[in-house]
């Protein structure tokens, strides 16, 4: 994500007014949404093909002269990469392959000349999360079997263990005790925060791998994340907050807490606990946890997956709209892992699959989704990837017991893995790995303006 200083609070309202503004509202609309079925395979398909399909209306990566890989303006990096994680999902739970060649195609052209997903155009917002998050997707492509890319290109595992190299050598012990900051480059504002979703990815990352492949280092380290997050009380009584400053050794803890925070680390745990032969620490945790999302259902109507620091003060910006995409994509994968948890995830799954539908009825198809579930039919008038993205992740995940559980290396995973994958050696923060274009200089430098305008009006807003 870009070097927003992360000093949001849900009683702020408005902050975020050049974001809003780039939201394209309509008139909201009142209709049947989406038909759905929560228990027939076929609704469930066609419901989420039209949910993919207006998602994808704004990728233009494949076209002529644009970049594989690469949302338009407002969407950062980090988003396509999120986005390619709920189409490989797409696949994996329907069948439907149709956007494969163009996942693939992005997933390729943003592995970076160290193939690490460490990419010289976007240094200007490269946070840990951000470089995570196409981890993550490569991760899922191994588990899933998707199809593997050419011999002579970086392989999914491989691209995996990459990026969890380059991360485990920026662990800093320096300031609050460990930790991955936020930005990888010292010019980025926000290399100052140490933030809980940047950890949680690499605690996710490490977990999976884990799982993947067997190898105790990467539990290891699995658990020295785990330790860290807690003991820096970034998690409080499996509450999840946002993050700190070094500047302050951490001690000034951001409390507001965002659905793919938890989500993040539930997976995790998930996995820690299937690799650990199912252990009664890592159960408690993932109970935990799990417990604590009751703060991310509405009560009326009930189970409703909200996003409840912005959502429902119309604040929640590009990133925002997303998150839930994120929580409900590793509920639904822990049941895999954590069979146990099922019906516990699907009673949250099957409330806000149905509610999500409802509500799919803006724009001139009728179908676009809106980010507010929990307003029966009415369509909030927000509109963009994120919300198509919650949406179909949400609707797709009532699939997952039809699919099976996420290979590993021994039992049918064909992706080649490198454990040396990555950057080798050590990394200087302070420079880029490669120079940063003119042109993307300028792009960055635009949207740091935005970033900081938007900044001064949060401000004033609080003041006022
Ligand atoms: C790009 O992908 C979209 C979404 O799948 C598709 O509709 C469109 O035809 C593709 N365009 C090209 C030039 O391949
Ligand atoms: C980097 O930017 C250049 C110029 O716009 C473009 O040709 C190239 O495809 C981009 N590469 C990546 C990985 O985004
Ligand atoms: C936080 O740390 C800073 C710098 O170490 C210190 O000045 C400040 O008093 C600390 N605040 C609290 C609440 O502990
Ligand atoms: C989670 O909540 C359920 C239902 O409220 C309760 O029975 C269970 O003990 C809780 N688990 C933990 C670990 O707190
Ligand atoms: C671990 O995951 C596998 C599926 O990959 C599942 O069959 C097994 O039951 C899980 N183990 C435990 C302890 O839940
Ligand atoms: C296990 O992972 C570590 C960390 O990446 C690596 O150094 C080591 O070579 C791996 N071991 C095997 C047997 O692959
Ligand atoms: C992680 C992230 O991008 N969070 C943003 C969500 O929105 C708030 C404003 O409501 C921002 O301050 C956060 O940075």
Redesign the pocket.
């Known amino acids: 994500m870009p070097a927003v200083p992360s000093s949001s609070h849900q009683s702020v309202r408005l902050p975020w007014l050049p974001f809003v503004a780039l939201t394209v509202f309509s008139i909201s609309q009142l209709s049947a949404g989406l038909q759905l079925d929560l228990d027939d395979a076929a609704s469930i398909k066609a419901a989420t093909s039209q949910v993919a399909?207006d998602m994808?209306?704004y990728?233009?990566?494949?076209?002529?002269g644009r970049i594989p890989g690469n949302l338009p303006d407002p969407y950062y990096w980090w988003q396509c990469g999120a986005m390619f994680g709920s189409l490989l999902d797409y696949y994996f739970y329907t069948g439907d392959g149709?956007?494969n060649d163009?996942v693939t195609q992005g997933m390729l052209h943003q592995v970076g000349p160290n193939n690490d997903y460490m990419t010289p155009n976007q240094t200007k917002t490269t946070g840990n999360d951000d470089q995570g998050f196409w981890a993550m997707s490569a991760l899922s492509a191994a588990e899933q079997r998707f199809p593997n890319p050419p011999e002579d290109k970086p392989q999914w595992l491989a691209l995996a263990q990459a990026v969890f190299n380059t991360q485990a050598l920026r662990w800093d012990t320096q300031f609050c005790g460990g930790g991955l900051r936020w930005q990888v480059f010292t010019f980025n504002t926000g290399y100052d925060y140490k933030n809980t979703i940047s950890n949680g990815v690499f605690f996710n990352i490490a977990a999976r791998l884990a799982k993947y492949t067997g190898n105790q280092t990467y539990a290891d380290w699995a658990d020295k994340v785990w330790d860290w997050t807690n003991d820096v009380g970034f998690i409080q009584g499996y509450h999840f907050f946002d993050g700190a400053h070094t500047t302050l050794n951490c001690n000034d803890t951001n409390r507001v807490q965002w659905t793919y925070n938890a989500g993040v680390y539930m997976l995790g745990a998930a996995n820690m606990y299937n690799f650990t032969g199912g252990s009664a620490k890592w159960s408690e945790r993932l109970d935990n946890i799990f417990n604590q999302t009751s703060m991310f259902y509405t009560a009326n109507p009930p189970n409703v997956m909200q996003e409840q620091a912005c959502e429902p003060y119309g604040t929640c910006n590009t990133d925002n709209f997303s998150f839930k995409a994120y929580l409900a994509r590793w509920m639904a994968a822990s049941t895999k892992v954590a069979p146990y948890m099922y019906d516990g995830v699907m009673e949250k799954i099957r409330a806000s699959a149905a509610a999500a539908a409802l509500q799919c009825s803006g724009g001139a198809s009728g179908t676009l989704c809106g980010i507010k579930w929990s307003d029966g039919a009415k369509y909030d008038g927000t509109t963009g990837v994120g919300q198509q993205m919650s949406a179909l992740e949400v609707m797709q995940s009532l699939l997952i017991s039809r699919v099976a559980a996420p290979v590993t290396q021994d039992t049918g995973g064909i992706s080649k893995g490198d454990p040396s994958a990555g950057s080798a050696g050590t990394f200087d923060p302070s420079l880029p790995q490669d120079t940063i274009e003119r042109k993307d200089r300028v792009g960055a430098g635009i949207l740091t303006t935005l970033v900081l305008v938007s900044g001064i009006g949060s401000t004033w807003w609080m003041i006022a």
Do not use: C, H, V
Request: cysteine-free; aromatic content about 24%; hydrophobic content about 25%.
């Open positions: 399909y994808m209306k990728y233009d990566g494949n076209l002529t149709q956007y163009l």
